[in-house]
């Protein structure tokens, strides 16, 4: 059975490292087996999306940077056989900023975008996550809070292996 890892990522600034927190959802045998998120520091002092999640300097002045974060993804991921993120080009850019701005390596797994499920399982637009949930009857706590964004994302992902079964997911809609 498929494991994998939703992830969503909340940014500072419009500088894709500038990483503030990540939400981790873990799904194992078709269930959510572990959940996480945590605060980061960004590089700069600078907040721009402040009004967006709600994240300020004050909340996490005091965090870990990203290369200090880092260790904890690497253990919370490992073995999972892919990463889901909603808008996955934005969550893939941030960890590779970030990974590049500390000299970090990037992680193995393959992406797997949840905006594109949404489309080719259920041809769901718009597709922003709050509608995919909606439409998908997915409860969304505190959207663009990035531990809920990611069980979210968890739950999409979830909910189309069950509308499509493993083998045909396997072959027909796993990044390669």
């Given amino acids: 059975m498929l494991s994998f890892v939703a992830l969503d990522f909340e940014t500072a600034s419009y500088s894709r490292h500038s990483a503030c927190e990540i939400g981790l959802a873990r799904v194992e045998g078709g269930k959510v087996t572990a959940q996480v998120?945590?605060?980061?520091?960004?590089?700069?002092?600078?907040?721009?999306?402040?009004?967006?999640?709600?994240?300020?300097?004050?909340?996490?002045?005091?965090?870990?940077?990203?290369?200090?974060?880092m260790p904890d993804i690497e253990r919370f991921i490992d073995g999972a056989d892919f990463l889901a993120a909603h808008n996955a080009s934005f969550d893939r850019s941030v960890m590779r900023a970030a990974c590049a701005y500390y000299g970090l390596s990037l992680p193995a797994q393959p992406y797997l975008c949840t905006v594109n499920l949404a489309r080719r399982v259920w041809n769901i637009f718009p597709t922003k996550l709050d509608d995919v949930c909606g439409a998908l009857k997915i409860g969304l706590e505190r959207h663009h809070r990035a531990g809920f964004d990611a069980l979210a994302c968890a739950e999409i992902v979830r909910k189309a292996l069950e509308k499509i079964g493993e083998p045909d997911f396997r072959t027909g809609y796993l990044p390669g």
């Fill in 37 to 69: 998120s945590w605060f980061i520091r960004p590089p700069e002092r600078r907040f721009n999306f402040t009004y967006l999640h709600g994240i300020d300097w004050e909340m996490v002045k005091d965090a870990p940077d990203f290369s200090g974060v």
